[in-house]
């Protein structure tokens, strides 16, 4: 099993530059987490889709993020435009039925200058 | 709503000596709990979860945690600590009336000191 994989592993983008990071879950997973880590507020969820329905935004942080689920192997979050705040390790996890385990990725470091 | 404290934000242990990693929870409904790892520059990886069978947890490479509901705490313990232990650890705790929401606490950074 190849795990949840994400792209980029580390993204280094200006000010204003739009950003987007790339998640694939586990084959058999429906569900798909999109998570942000920083020093200050540790790990926030931002997103949560179930069977490629987002069911709970409430924490994405304002309207220069997004994300999207177009099918069941592929999910994206874009930040457009970025800002130097947004620099953070963005994970993806995913799991199999409610209730489930959630499996992480290995994250993607974005670098915001 | 649920919450989850984890007691130490740094621990250093020597090579070959227990390791214990305190988390203390809150929840109002029957919790799932879990201890995550994470290693420098890496995701986080599943350590061990307890989901109410048995209180007394194993997990991979050595780690057990038992779930005491009296003290509503979580410890992490291993007998002998390795240098490949040398990472930070994350207790994590779901339910709460949700199915997904999980709430981690603010980890414990643990150093092996050979």
């Known amino acids: 099993d190849a795990g949840v994989i994400q792209s980029p592993r580390h993204e280094v983008t200006e000010m204003g530059q739009e950003v987007t990071l790339r998640c694939k879950p586990i084959s058999g997973h429906n569900s798909l987490f999109w998570y942000r880590q920083t020093m200050m507020r540790g790990l926030e969820l931002l997103i949560y889709?179930?069977?490629?329905?987002?069911?709970?935004d409430s924490g994405m942080p304002e309207d220069r993020f997004s994300a999207k689920m177009p099918n069941a192997s592929f999910s994206t979050l874009k930040i457009q435009p970025s800002e130097p705040r947004d620099s953070a390790v963005y994970f993806c996890a995913t799991r199999r039925g409610d209730g489930g385990t959630q499996y992480f990725g290995p994250g993607t470091r974005l670098l915001v200058l | 709503a649920q919450s989850v404290t984890q007691l130490d934000s740094h621990v250093s242990v020597s090579e070959g000596t227990p390791v214990l990693l305190r988390c203390n929870y809150s929840s109002s409904y029957s919790p799932s709990l879990f201890w995550y790892v994470q290693h420098p520059n890496k995701g986080l990886q599943l350590l061990l979860k307890y989901t109410s069978a048995a209180t007394l947890v194993k997990g991979i490479n050595g780690f057990e945690a038992e779930f005491k509901k009296s003290e509503t705490s979580f410890h992490l313990t291993k007998p002998s600590a390795h240098m490949s232990d040398a990472a930070e650890y994350f207790c994590?705790?779901?339910?709460?009336?949700?199915?997904?929401?999980?709430?981690f606490g603010k980890g414990t950074l643990l150093t092996v000191n050979p």
């Open positions: 994590v705790v779901s339910g709460g009336g949700s199915n997904y929401k999980l709430t």
């Open positions: 889709f179930n069977n490629n329905v987002p069911i709970d």
